[in-house]
């Protein structure tokens, strides 16, 4: 099974500009992904829009692909360069797992769990969930929950709590459901990304601004594995500073 890791990088982000070239603990944000994807998938490729984030690349021998300026989401950026990688290596995969650029602290376990996702055929896409131990995270809309199904796939991602529970109390509610929040990691099998990007928007991810939900409307399905770690993502200056105040640079 050929996998290609891609890591999505645009310079022209809203909140950060230019913050795949941040300096973290002595190397740029996309290199420290890089890195941490390299320990487990043998193909890494960063795609990007920004001849800036291309020439870092090139600074430590990493490789790219440019992608166009128009793609709105992660997804998008992925299933066009994943053609330029096949060109590039002169092969296809099968797979491709998408990396999220502003996550420098990314453990390798999460990545290999994502991987062995896929050593099932059925497999189509894959992700990573997280069990919440606190409370205020149920309640946080930018911390999205998904119910799972007893054999491990998505049934629904919310930026609502999910499960309601009927008869408790609000603050109880950790203690009596084991609630689980969405780690935006993804994988997916490379004709099932091609077919994701044909896709229309659907009412319930206009309604949650969850591009998965797209996905589920649609009949696909979602394998669900899991993870201890927690997520570190850089979107805005002040996360960068809330890194710098926990001893993490």
């Known amino acids: 099974m050929n996998i290609a890791a891609i890591i999505p990088a645009r310079y022209a982000s809203t909140r950060f500009p230019g913050k795949p070239l941040v300096n973290i603990n002595g190397k740029s944000m ?35 692909v440019m992608t166009s300026k128009k793609h709105k989401s992660g997804t998008d950026r992925c299933a066009e360069a994943i053609l330029k990688v096949e060109e590039a290596e002169g092969k296809e995969f099968d797979v491709v797992i998408n990396i999220q650029g502003d996550e420098p602290f990314i453990k390798t376990e999460q990545l290999t769990e994502i991987k062995k996702c896929f050593n099932k055929k059925r497999t189509q896409i894959a992700t990573l969930v997280k069990p919440i ?33 009927r008869g408790h109390k609000e603050s109880t509610w950790i203690t009596k459901h084991l609630y689980y ?16 990007t044909k896709l229309k928007q659907t009412p319930l991810e206009l309604a949650e601004s969850l591009e998965q ?15 201890e770690h927690e997520t570190i993502s850089i979107d805005t200056p002040k996360d960068l500073e809330k890194i710098k105040e926990i001893g993490l640079l």
């Open 30 to 64: 996309i290199h420290n992904v890089y890195i941490q994807a390299s320990k487990v998938f043998d193909c890494v490729y960063v795609a990007t829009d920004d001849d800036r984030i291309a020439k870092e690349i090139e600074s430590f021998k990493g490789k790219y």
């Open 181 to 196: 929040k969405h780690i935006g990691l993804y994988g997916y099998r490379k004709d099932i990304l091609l077919e994701l």
């Open 213 to 227: 939900l797209r996905w589920l409307e649609n009949g696909y399905k979602i394998k669900v594995a899991f993870t």
């Open 133 to 165: 131990n606190n409370k205020d995270d149920i309640f946080n809309p930018n911390k999205p929950k998904v119910v799972i199904s007893t054999d491990n796939e998505a049934i629904y991602f919310s930026r609502s709590p999910i499960p309601y529970l």
